[in-house]
């Protein structure tokens, strides 16, 4: 499924479900989307309408037809995660943020130097985070230039999008995993932005990202010319803020002149309305302020936040402070790369700050997100923060065809009907082993459709995930799926 395969005008035809608003989520049950060879949306029928078949140039159109259990779902966008930690997805045993860096992390990234290595992690990444429905993702790399360049070329071939950094990191690092100068520190990351920019002028599926690892990583002047880079090539920028307390304290030792973590990355020009903030759980009203003004962006990682016992971030006190949050597996602080797991684990992760979590302060009953609002983060909120709220995140004329066909299996056999159950008439049998490997979702068939959102968030995986797009082009299948 490479990107260059053509697109013919398809009609999706069938459920679709979608955000239309923080709260409010779309259940179409019986619509037709259709999307021409370009990628885009060109009408949305509801209700069975099949006006379309109407439509000059639709006619021949392609039909792919999702009968039974599921809908179509806008594709999850990723906004932070580490393609190279990969290999240590699970592995954080007791650890805390700076001795889980220590421990487990820098020396699996700078074993990256090795390209068949970076070949072997990154195209198995880039395929695991498309089978779970990840149709855009913000990556950082490491810090070296070949295999931040393979990620690139990885996600230009199967055709996600991505915004892709070389990680910077002048400072603090081990000696055998550090940038040898600020000089070669910029001169690597204006090389990845080049070569990103050579093999994807328009940057419709790859964009390069100025990525300084975090402030304990880069001393201010490396810090400064990677806020001066970002400006001259008009880049993204990613970075880690306000993460772990240890951290907070470690960078104002580092930075005694700043007034604050965020403050550190404003001084740099680091804060935009293009930057990628993740974490943000411990941030003072005053930096909660500073990156509003500023227009950049929040990705809260819940499962990362939780595994590393980094703390509770308050979503909601963001959300109604009007800042723009979407959601990271942040991989491998993060044990999953799926999207819905982080949809999951934001809903967790308000619950405990609802009753009071120690590190959020007192409990806050208005914090519990719901599943719409956690969807909303996975989708368009996602779509906020990586700039392309435009055209993806959410259904509608106009937008791209980004999305995931979702299927809830064949159902529950059903043995027994309605009314009086006689024990001795039924065999005591099971239902079928290959209808539970099938799918963790079982569906009686009397569930309503908002039941069977809720089903899917709470328990559904890349199982349920039957084929992805992007911008059109069929980037994943499963293997039984037939189009
Ligand atoms: O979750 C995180 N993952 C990392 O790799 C990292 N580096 C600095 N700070 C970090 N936080
Ligand atoms: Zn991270």
């Not at 071939?157 to 081990?174: H, I, T, Y």
């Not at 619950?351 to 009953?365: E, H, Y």
């Not at 043995?415 to 159950?421: H, K, P």
Request: charged share 20%.
């Amino acid at each position: 499924m490479a990107a260059s395969q053509t697109i013919a005008k398809t009609v999706y035809a069938g459920a679709f479900v979608h955000s239309i608003s923080l709260t409010e989520l779309e259940i179409c049950e019986n619509g037709a989307i259709g999307v021409d060879e370009a990628g885009v949306i060109q009408f949305i029928e509801r209700n069975g309408s099949e006006e379309w078949k109407e439509k000059e140039g639709w006619q021949s159109a392609k039909v792919v037809r999702l009968d039974g259990k599921g809908f179509f779902f806008p594709g999850f966008i990723d906004t932070h995660t580490h393609a190279p930690q990969h290999p240590n997805t699970g592995l954080f045993g007791k650890t805390t943020l700076l001795d889980w860096l220590s421990t487990y992390t820098f020396p699996l990234e700078a074993s990256l130097s090795s390209l068949p290595k970076a070949h072997r992690i990154y195209t198995n990444f880039v395929s695991r985070t498309l089978s779970n429905g990840t149709t855009t993702c913000a990556y950082y790399a490491t810090r070296h230039v070949p295999a931040t360049n393979l990620l690139s070329s990885i996600c230009l071939a199967r055709g996600q999008r991505a915004l892709v950094g070389r990680v910077c990191m002048d400072s603090l690092s081990p000696e055998y995993y550090r940038d040898a100068s600020i000089d070669s520190a910029v001169a690597d990351s204006r090389a990845c932005v080049e070569y990103t920019r050579s093999i994807d002028p328009t940057g419709a599926i790859v964009r390069p990202i100025i990525t300084p690892r975090f402030a304990p990583s880069c001393t201010a002047p490396c810090l400064a010319a990677l806020g001066a880079l970002a400006r001259e090539t008009h880049s993204y920028i990613q970075t880690h803020v306000s993460e772990n307390t240890s951290e907070i304290q470690l960078v104002a030792q580092l930075f005694p002149e700043s007034k604050s973590y965020t403050d550190v990355y404003d001084t740099a020009n680091l804060l935009t309305e293009k930057t990628i903030l993740a974490h943000a759980i411990h941030l003072s009203k005053q930096e909660r302020d500073t990156i509003r003004a500023r227009g950049a962006k929040i990705s809260h990682c819940p499962a990362s936040n939780t595994a590393l016992t980094s703390g509770c971030c308050r979503v909601r006190q963001l959300l109604d402070e009007g800042l723009t949050v979407g959601l990271g597996t942040d991989v491998s602080g993060g044990f999953s790369p799926s999207i819905l797991e982080q949809v999951r684990q934001a809903i967790w992760t308000s619950r405990f700050v609802a009753m009071g979590d120690p590190s959020a302060g007192a409990a806050d009953g208005k914090a519990k997100l719901s599943t719409a609002e956690a969807l909303f983060l996975a989708t368009r909120g996602g779509a906020q923060v990586v700039g392309l709220a435009d055209s993806v995140g959410g259904f509608e004329v106009g937008k791209e065809w980004d999305a995931q066909m979702v299927t809830l299996g064949e159902g529950v056999a059903d043995g027994a009907g309605e009314g009086q159950v006689d024990v001795d008439a039924f065999e005591v049998g099971g239902t079928s082993t290959a209808l539970l490997e099938s799918t963790n979702v079982d569906v009686f068939g009397w569930e309503s459709s908002e039941e069977l959102v809720e089903k899917w968030v709470y328990s559904g995986d890349d199982r349920n995930c039957a084929a992805v797009w992007v911008r059109g082009r069929l980037v994943h299948k499963r293997n039984d799926v037939v189009l």
